[in-house]
């Protein structure tokens, strides 16, 4: 801290006070912590400030009272994001107890402090930003509260290919010689094309309808984006194949097709088997991104090398090898556009090509199209650990101290909270190590139903016994506590398992976090004063849909 906030913080000393006050519930020093998980998060210790003099403004300038103002403003929203996180962290806690009234207090106060901030604060948009982010980390919570204990908690998709391809779209003439220009100056390992079935696929995406689609999958892209290039450049297939994906499933990992194609690349079962993504009773390749995507290069890579051609080759990914020699022997143009005026392939195939097409250009000419602003999704990052032995997803939350949600949204192929032995799994980055360290501390035999449990403010073994429906002299013999109990901080093995019971409790915190999530979203579409009149009536929907 510089001198200059050092004493600008002595001079609002009273206001900033005020503030604080009315954040949320202090944490208490942290007294023990199992060394195999991180510690228990402290508040941080703020140096006191230094004696002033009597002088102290004798040789003060007045043009510096600007940057006094700036420095002000600045300093509160620092602040309003730190007191946030704080209400954030103490309504996690207050979750992993089971306090989920608590807790959608706290999650409440962290959004109220971000959605209540003047307009024109400086910062605004690192305000926004924090906003959106912890915007995504409670609907992690909301999603687990969704999920609760279900052995079968996977939810598909619907495909957006699904519909798209049996549709007519017009042609917008004006298109013409702006695409035709943009073809021509875009450099692309995939050959483009500006013909009328391409252009009216162009219109399409640039309609409400249609670019709503499209912005969702480009979004969504940003998780996998690095890794499918990546993948895709050490196959040897063109870097622009990555959009058949968008145009498969928006890069939804748990997207089906009516046909029973899964994944993000879309894969029947038996295709998949034959790329080597198995299937199990408790995983499927097919929905791992990673996986799958390896899979599919393979594939096209193949299909290239059958037919010498990538719109052909694209084609026979959505209809099959089979289908596209039997055009190409009957015709005798092995040519997409050929097979495509002569009717020669399944009218959802000749859609097929050109829309890849139209995402492709666009996405290469962003600025043309108003897609140079998208706001991506970070990309996933994780460790790799692979587990000895089978494992509930949920000791592996709490041993990470992440949602579950999160620990799904990095494996998708499992199908069930379990985690096979063997089975490699990825965990949040910088968390591999805490977890193969808090396993080694739980025999093989129990990581299917112990769990671990972080103890909060005002816990005694009484209410922790309670919560995992268990007994305290058996939560006490494990963890070889004395008589004065469990302190705040400490990290017990609990010698039980879940109880999807404890779902139940949770179903008013997913609705009304859900509408929250909503409001945040709602609320950053709207600006200037027409924004406060915007979250007073999400909040009234939300108060009625609670009520």
Known sequence: MTNRHRTLALCSAVPLLAIVS??????????????????????????????????????EKPHDLNSVVAVTEQSDAEQRMRRADECFQAGKRLYQQGDWAGARVQFDRAMDLLLNAPLDMPERQKLERKLDTL??????????????????????????????????FPTDPRLKPKVGEEVQGTISQLPLEANDAVLSYIHYFSTERGRRTLLAGLRRSGRYRDMVRRILDEEGVPQELMYLAQAESGFIPYAMSNKKATGMWQFVQWRGQQYGLGQTAWSDDRLDPEKATRAAARHLRDLYNSFGDWYLAMAAYNCGPGRIEKAVERTGYADFWELRARHALPHETENYVPLILAITIMAKNPKDYGLDDIDADRPLEYDTVTMSAPTSLWLIADATDYPLSEIRELNPALLKPVVPAGYQLRVPRGTGTALMAALTRIPDENRLSWRLHRVTEGENLAVIAHQYQTAPTAIAAINKLTSTGPAYGDVLLIPAAYHASRAASKSAL??????RVAEASASRRIVNGRRRASVRLVRTAVRKADG
């Open 135 to 168: 915007a995504e980390s409670i609907s992690r919570y909301d999603l687990d509260a969704q999920a609760g204990g279900s052995e079968e908690s996977v939810v598909y998709e619907k495909s957006p290919l699904d519909g798209m391809l049996e549709m007519t």
């Open 510 to 515: 997913h609705r009304h976090q859900r509408a």
């Open 22 to 59: 009315t954040g949320c519930m202090a944490s208490r020093p942290q007294q023990f912590a199992n060394s195999f998980l991180p510690a228990t998060p402290t508040p941080a210790t703020v140096p006191a400030p230094p004696r002033l003099g009597p002088d102290l403004y004798t040789n």
